[in-house]
């Protein structure tokens, strides 16, 4: 047996040079289909080898290839040991001559228990001695559904010793940095019942499982003799991590309010990564590796420009999010282009990610603690105002107390009043109920009460403001232009018009007790009974907002809709008290028309203009 015609033994490093010494740059590779033992693979053609290059890292997933090199040492003895530094290859079977003599067959790979290594080590490795003039020959036949990344390398005991150990340290940094994080998050997820932690601890915990996977240490440790279970578990873990991490982005950046559209997408994107775990068993590794690997680079892609667009919004955590998942994005695309063959780097295709990613913890529990900061100070504030909520109820109770002791017949007085004032409610209640069920207090176009429920309603929430002592808002709502509407589209578009104001006025009044109601022609009178002045602005530009998001199609046409309103609020101190309060919403009414129109007003007194003399 011999090796390709063009090829030449390759010298050993002697004793003294104990330097990582690469074999990629000597070795040849046959992809031969027909070649399919160490005979015919040491029989083919010269034609059918070639030097080991850049564009051999192109292929995912490879049936069956074969390596060959050859070495000899020219003055000593020497004690070596060939390196596949790959953890994730499936099947490696090494064959060693030594002069043209077979002398030894291995089989290696995460197809076949752990213990069945020549080494007990993460990566694969053969040791081998070889006498001064005596020729050493290698075939390795290689299958594997990952990427055929082949760093071959001849080293040294020692020198493999001590890269083992920096590996080992730097490895363990790593994962112990995941796992801590991982684990701190949970234990507050579970103490707290926070999604946004459940979901970090998640993506944490299953990143740190995908680095140990890919490190070769989770098949030495974890599984070592289920090589089924490894073959599964990249292909389980990446779909995973992109779901926790997607669900674990919706929380930190709010999405909720910040952005529905890419709410909405993270959600599918989580929905579409569990259903590549699902097709896990159905499907070719290769093709759902390769795919996998595509997502996450889009995905990564899409959560990055979001987390930008919320840091420049002003988001105080996406800035912190952004610079921890640039990291691990730059190291991802890194990781992926050497995978996919796009970039021809002589590293492992998982190191920039796994730099990427110690980069992203930092941040990512910057983050955390930010959060977990802001949540406790959120806490402690509503703890403060609580008690001094109640230091106010406790001064209130003892007023009242006092005036109790001091004015009981006063008191009895009151109740008499009150009890005669709900007595006057409950009829004229029951007055309004017998009217509802004729109709009469219906706006036969809109559908809302008419002029005369409001006027009736008015006084009664007025005696109620009054006896309650609590504030009492009126809503003044004019639509900006009604006239334009009429002589531009019709009296019917007008009347649609109408229609489509009322119904969102009633969607965005919430209480039983509020009262929406047509005041005549354009204008809508709303009534909201225990509500201060910021409670109507709020209510009113809540109207505001919706209005200007409707929209008719009249006969192929948009009509575009504003509305004016003006708000006052007050507590009721007479029987005359809430037609004045009407009088004041409906200057703050026209306040709001004459200021440019589609705009919220508060009433305010005018103010008195005399200078001092």
């Known amino acids: 047996m011999a090796l390709p015609a063009q090829t030449a033994p390759v010298l050993i490093p002697d004793a003294n040079s104990n330097n990582r010494f690469d074999l990629s740059a000597w070795s040849y590779i046959n992809t031969a289909a027909d070649v399919d033992d160490l005979a015919q693979a040491s029989q083919a053609p010269a034609g059918q080898w070639r030097r080991l290059g850049d564009e051999d890292r192109r292929h995912i997933s490879v049936d069956k290839l074969w390596l060959t090199f050859s070495l000899f040492s020219d003055k000593t003895r020497l004690t070596r040991i060939i390196a596949l530094d790959n953890p994730l290859l499936d099947k490696i079977k090494l064959f060693h001559l030594i002069n043209d003599e077979l002398v030894d067959v291995q089989e290696m790979g995460d197809s076949l228990p752990f213990a069945h290594r020549p080494l007990q080590s993460n990566i694969f490795l053969y040791p081998f001695e070889i006498e001064a003039g005596d020729k050493h020959t290698f075939y390795l036949q290689i299958s594997s559904q990952g990427g055929m990344y082949l760093p071959l390398s001849l080293w040294s005991a020692n020198e493999l010793a001590q890269m083992t150990e920096s590996s080992s340290l730097i490895s363990g940094f790593q994962l112990g940095g995941l796992a801590a994080i991982g684990l701190f998050s949970l234990f507050i997820a579970l103490a707290s019942g926070s999604f946004s932690y459940s979901y970090y601890a998640g993506y944490v915990l299953s990143m740190s499982l995908l680095v140990a996977t890919l490190n070769g240490i989770a098949f030495r440790f974890l599984w070592p003799d289920w090589p089924e279970l490894q073959q599964l578990m990249v292909p389980l873990?990446?779909?995973?991590?992109?779901?926790?991490?997607?669900?674990?982005?919706?929380?930190?950046?709010?999405?909720?309010?910040?952005?529905?559209?890419?709410?909405?997408?993270?959600?599918?994107?989580?929905?579409?990564?569990?259903?590549?775990?699902?097709?896990?068993?159905?499907?070719?590794?290769?093709?759902?590796?390769?795919?996998?690997?595509?997502?996450?680079?889009?995905?990564?892609?899409?959560?990055?420009?979001?987390?930008?667009?919320?840091?420049?919004?002003?988001?105080?955590?996406?800035?912190?999010?952004?610079?921890?998942?640039?990291?691990?994005?730059?190291?991802?695309?890194?990781?992926?282009?050497?995978?996919?063959?796009?970039?021809?780097?002589?590293?492992?295709?998982?190191?920039?990610?796994?730099?990427?990613?110690?980069?992203?913890?930092?941040?990512?529990?910057?983050?955390?603690?930010?959060?977990?900061?802001?949540?406790?100070?959120?806490?402690?504030?509503?703890?403060?105002?609580?008690?001094?909520?109640?230091?106010?109820?406790?001064?209130?109770?003892e007023e009242a107390l006092r005036a109790e002791a001091s004015s009981k017949e006063r008191l009895e007085k009151m109740v008499q009043e009150r009890t005669l004032e709900l007595e006057v409610t409950l009829r004229e209640l029951n007055e309004v109920n017998q009217k509802l069920t004729e109709q009469t207090t219906i706006d036969s176009l809109t559908g809302v009460k008419n002029r005369s429920a409001f006027d009736k309603r008015l006084i009664a929430e007025g005696r109620i403001s009054r006896r309650q002592q609590a504030p009492m808002a009126l809503l003044m709502v004019d639509i900006d232009r009604f006239k334009a509407i009429n002589d531009n589209f019709g009296h019917l578009a007008g009347d649609q018009t109408l229609r489509a104001i009322a119904a969102c006025l009633q969607q965005n009044i919430k209480r039983p007790t509020d009262l929406v109601s047509r005041f005549g022609g354009e204008e809508f009178a709303i009534i909201l009974p225990n509500t201060s002045a910021e409670g109507g602005i709020t209510v009113a530009e809540m109207i505001r907002t919706s209005v200007n998001a409707l929209v008719i199609d009249w006969e192929g046409d948009a009509i575009p809709l504003t509305v004016s309103i003006g708000v006052s609020a007050e507590v009721i101190a007479s029987d005359t008290h809430p037609t004045a309060l009407l009088e004041q919403a409906d200057k703050a009414l026209y306040q709001a028309k004459n200021t440019g129109r589609n705009r919220v007003c508060r009433y305010s007194p005018p103010q008195d203009r005399t200078q001092p003399s």
């Open 237 to 397: 873990l990446i779909p995973l991590v992109t779901a926790f991490a997607l669900m674990f982005t919706e929380k930190v950046l709010q999405l909720k309010y910040q952005s529905i559209r890419m709410l909405r997408f993270c959600r599918l994107g989580a929905v579409y990564a569990l259903l590549q775990l699902a097709l896990v068993p159905f499907m070719d590794t290769a093709t759902l590796l390769y795919i996998e690997v595509v997502s996450v680079l889009l995905i990564s892609s899409i959560l990055m420009v979001t987390a930008i667009r919320q840091a420049v919004r002003g988001h105080k955590l996406a800035k912190l999010y952004s610079i921890g998942w640039l990291g691990l994005l730059l190291g991802a695309l890194g990781s992926s282009m050497i995978y996919l063959g796009l970039v021809h780097i002589d590293i492992m295709s998982q190191t920039p990610v796994m730099i990427g990613l110690s980069f992203e913890i930092v941040f990512m529990a910057a983050v955390l603690a930010i959060r977990y900061n802001d949540e406790r100070k959120a806490k402690l504030k509503i703890q403060q105002e609580a008690l001094q909520q109640a230091e106010r109820i406790r001064i209130t109770r």
